[in-house]
């Protein structure tokens, strides 16, 4: 036997002090570490499975939170370091806040992750009858490939408001005894001209109609039979005529559930990565805080994919005006809070994909299994539309995650002049606060299943939790 494996050449220790390493994460963590983000994700798709919307996502959290101490925060009550507190924004977004020793005075951390992700909603008049057929007209919500949405089980979720103030929340379809709903699509034996058209074209967002059903009420002769039974139905469900349709928020989601991916069981397979897998870990880096040095804030934040706008999105002044009252009470002025202020966007990236490697740039892409992903910039067309955190809060944050053992990568989203895309990093970045993206690895972003592998998750709920600990 030689022992040539520990004779190393010049070059070969100068490398490893001088070069970035890119070995696989897994090999880089312990199987302990391992072991822990499976189990974390075990939870995880619990929550998947019960926020598919933003409302969810919502009771889910406060649910959560509650389980944890938090109470609803009341603007005329003193609180002290430790105090645990949330704010509900009409029950689309919520914050959750842990004082710190130092309050607001030294700035304040801040996670802030999205819930809503891409879908259809209904329309406003959503229900018609074609020939014998009840269907449901929908607008897309977000940025979607429109083709990846026909022929998949879909399941009605939200809410409807009724004038009397009542408002009933809907969920039919992702359990294997309620029905589903779908999208059809024509047979290839008669779509030579449909797979001649462009991808962008050969869907239309008015063919996005949804199948609801097709028998009609008591076999009268009468005309709309087939949409007088579906509107009959939904009567005797929830007491709503078709008028109430104008006062919902209803969304078609994909039914399934989330379900480990690969013979190995290392990542997961779901709707809505996008961005609950940062929403995830950011709530339970919140809850699991005891009593932090600054005040930590987490927001978890709606109308991300149709670009923020809104009460409930980050364009919005519902999160600067908490802060404010939060500074207030310290004797502080919001703006001074601001300046000293640190922000991690948790919201996720590309994962490179090997089948469309064309796309990426290799040295500056996420991988799976390689960690939290940091983006110092997103944006698109020459750094467009992006605050690109600077170097020393980038030193910060990569001295922390180095210290504490937290597996991360940086990336940048695809190729220069790829396309591009955007965070909620920018809005805040605008409120005069140090901000850059941190989140999970994400394949098949924007599809109706997306997948991410579960030490990425774990390693971006560490990273949030020791940003929170600091
Ligand atoms: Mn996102
Ligand atoms: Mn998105």
Redesign the pocket.
């Known amino acids: 036997m030689s022992n040539k494996k520990e004779e190393k050449s010049t070059a070969a220790k100068l490398k490893e002090k001088l070069f970035r390493k890119t070995v696989s994460g897994c090999c880089k963590v312990s199987e302990d570490e391992i072991a822990k983000a499976d189990h974390f994700c075990e939870d995880y798709k619990i929550f998947l499975n019960n926020a598919k919307t933003e409302r969810e996502a919502v009771a889910y959290a406060i649910s959560a939170a509650e389980k944890k101490g938090f109470c609803e925060y009341d603007r005329n009550k003193e609180y002290k370091a430790g105090d645990r507190i949330y704010v509900n924004n009409r029950n689309q977004a919520v914050m959750l806040a842990v004082i710190g020793k130092n309050g607001t005075h030294n700035g304040v951390r801040l996670g802030i992750a999205?819930i809503d992700?891409?879908r259809l909603d209904l329309k406003p008049n959503p229900l018609y009858q074609a020939n014998d057929l009840a269907l449901f007209k929908t607008h897309y919500y977000?940025?979607i490939k429109k083709y990846q949405w026909p022929t998949i089980p879909l399941a009605l979720h939200g809410v409807i408001a009724l004038k009397d103030g009542k408002c009933i929340n809907v969920n039919i379809g992702d359990n294997e005894d309620e029905p589903c709903f779908c999208v059809t699509d024509l047979l290839p034996h008669l779509a030579n001209e449909q797979m001649s058209k462009v991808m962008t074209k050969a869907f239309d967002g008015e063919q996005l109609n949804v199948l609801v059903g097709s028998r009609p009420f008591n076999k009268d002769e009468e005309s709309e039979n087939v949409k007088l039974n579906i509107m009959n139905i939904l009567y005797e469900k929830y007491g709503i005529t078709e008028d109430d349709f104008v006062s919902a928020d209803l969304s078609m989601v994909p039914a399934d559930k989330a379900r480990d991916l690969g013979l190995d069981r290392s990542m997961i397979a779901s709707y809505g990565h996008?961005?609950k897998v940062c929403a995830y870990p950011a709530l339970c880096a919140a809850t699991d805080t005891d009593i932090p040095e600054s005040t930590i804030i987490t927001v978890l934040t709606d109308r991300?994919?149709i670009g923020s706008d809104g009460n409930t999105g980050m364009r919005s002044t519902y999160m600067a005006d908490f802060i404010e009252d939060l500074a207030k009470a310290d004797g502080e002025e919001l703006r001074h809070v601001m300046a000293k202020s640190t922000c991690l966007s948790a919201?996720?990236s590309a994962a490179y994909d090997p089948t469309y490697s064309s796309a990426f740039e290799a040295n500056n892409s996420a991988y799976i299994n390689n960690g939290a992903v940091i983006s110092k910039y997103t944006g698109s067309g020459g750094k467009y539309s992006t605050s690109d955190a600077s170097a020393e809060y980038m030193a910060k944050i990569r001295r922390l995650l180095d210290d504490k053992n937290v597996l991360f990568q940086t990336c940048e989203l695809g190729k220069v002049d790829g396309g591009g895309?955007g965070t909620i990093a920018k809005f805040v970045a605008n409120l005069n606060a140090d901000v850059v993206d941190l989140g999970v690895p994400v394949l098949s972003?924007?599809a109706p299943v997306e997948v991410v592998s579960k030490l990425d998750v774990y390693m971006t709920y560490r990273a949030l939790y020791e940003f929170y600990n600091a």
Do not use: A, I, K, L
Request: charged share 35%.
């Open positions: 999205h992700s891409p977000g940025g996008d961005d991300e994919e919201d996720v895309g972003m924007h």
